[in-house]
């Protein structure tokens, strides 16, 4: 099925243990982002892409690198992991121009730091 | 700054009864309001989109939002909740620059009781 699939799913990591988060996306959408979700917060952006080779700051990149090298990729990478990154991440793509639905998201990935 | 309201942490209607979950914004220029929901441990389901046109807007599984330009509001409503409907809902509001990105609210938790 065409959409936006993110990987893992679940991971446990100990402080200071680096992960990358792979989203990756079939639809040939341009733009990609990255949302973080805390109770009580609703999503914030991480960072974002506007297309293959590109990346920016969102609202809370801090600890956070991304890379977008190929169009239907885009990683978030966490350098040293620390406990107030633990949260559920989401990737979401959506093409340039007008689009009914315009945001597909993926299923998110559930990260614990202890 | 761009920004979405949802005032409400939580919302409990009796099935069968009306349901309303509330949300503001403010934005610069004219607003691309969105509806989300999230079902326990899955990602977000589009619901509706308002971008132009009618007030009332339609969506999934039987609910509508209404669009009040006056009172900077996009309320989600259902005439008459079921069980099932019980689930996180997140409203958003387009970002006006060029980066597309959504700003969400901090999301409402709708519990719908038998």
């Known amino acids: 099925n065409a959409g936006v699939t993110q990987t893992p799913k679940f991971r446990v990591l100990k402080t200071g243990q680096s992960m990358t988060l792979l989203c990756a996306q079939d639809m040939n959408h341009e733009y990609m982002y990255w949302y973080r979700q805390d109770p009580g917060m609703g999503l914030r952006l991480i960072h974002y892409?506007?297309?293959?080779?590109?990346?920016a700051k969102g609202e809370v990149p801090d600890g956070y690198n991304v890379s977008r090298l190929k169009k239907q990729n885009f990683l978030l990478g966490l350098e040293s992991a620390a406990p107030s990154q633990t949260s559920v991440y989401f990737c979401?793509?959506?093409?340039?121009?007008?689009?009914?639905?315009?945001?597909?998201f993926g299923s998110g990935t559930r990260l614990t730091v202890v | 700054a761009q920004s979405v309201a949802q005032p409400e942490d939580q919302v409990n209607v009796a099935e069968g009864n009306p349901l309303t979950v509330k949300c503001t914004y403010s934005v610069s220029g004219n607003p691309y309001l969105f509806w989300y929901v999230q079902y326990p441990n899955r990602g977000l389901q589009f619901l509706l989109k308002?971008?132009?046109?009618?007030?009332l807007v339609k969506g999934s599984y039987g609910f509508e939002a209404e669009f009040n330009k006056s009172q900077t509001s996009f309320h989600l409503k259902k005439p008459s909740a079921l069980v099932s409907d019980s689930a996180l809902y997140f409203c958003a509001v387009r970002d006006s620059g060029n980066t597309g990105k959504l700003i969400f609210g901090q999301g409402t938790t709708l519990q719908v009781k038998p």
């Open positions: 979401a793509s959506r093409p340039s121009g007008f689009s009914f639905y315009g945001y597909t």
């Open positions: 892409s506007v297309g293959e080779g590109t990346t």
């Open positions: 308002y971008i132009t046109g009618d007030n």
